[in-house]
Structures are given as structure tokens and as C-alpha cells.
């Protein structure tokens, strides 16, 4: 997916999220805090189809993110990925860890200041 059509994807995703996290109570505010949380790594190097992608795990992430949002914006790091980058499937009480990453995160980031600054007002 180009970079244009990435962002559009990513812009409308945040929105219709805004819509739904507004209905149930929240506001502008309490929006852009969930987003401004950084819980996205790349110190590690995870690697997907040659490029170094930002990553995180769902345990962190779930905490302020829900299923939707989550859903909507990132992909699920499948288990020959981890093999390959040589992470941990699993913790040492065999609980299977589940990493997410963004296809592209700057475009993630342009169209998540793209949103912020239409829907400030």
C-alpha cells in the first residue's frame, strides 16, 4: 500500500475510533491522550520484509488501547517473524506473547497529526 493511501487509512480509522470513543463517554481530550501514549518499540530491531518496524507488545498496549483501535491500526507479528528476529513467543510461565507493529509508522504519525489538528476545534 502506497504512503498516501496508508495515512487515509490510518486517518480514517482514527476517526471513526474518535466517533465511537465519544459516544461512549470520552472526549477530544481523553482521544488524544490514549494516542499520545509511546509504547512502541524498535531498539530491538524487529525486522518484517526487510524494513526495522515499530512494535510493542499486546499486554502493554491493551491497557490503554481497545480491541478496535487496536484492530484497526496494527498488525499482529506472526510466529515465523518472531522465529526469524529470534524474539520470545512466550514468557517463562509459557504465557504466548503477542507483539503488534505499525505497516508504517511515520505514516501512522502523519495521520495521526493530520487528525489531531482537524478535530482540535
Known sequence: MNSNNLQEKYFNALTENYSLHCQNGGDYLS???????????????????EVIVNWCFRETIIEFWDEKLISDLLLIVNEENL???????????????????????????????KFLKVFEN
Open 31 to 49: 482521544f488524544k491522550n490514549i494516542l499520545s501514549f509511546d509504547f512502541f518499540h524498535k531498539a530491538d530491531d524487529l525486522i518484517i520484509n
Open 83 to 113: 522465529r526469524i528476529n529470534k524474539f520470545d513467543k512466550e514468557d517463562v510461565n509459557k504465557s504466548p506473547f503477542i507483539y503488534y507493529y505499525f505497516e508504517n509508522y511515520f505514516d501512522f504519525i502523519e495521520a495521526k497529526d
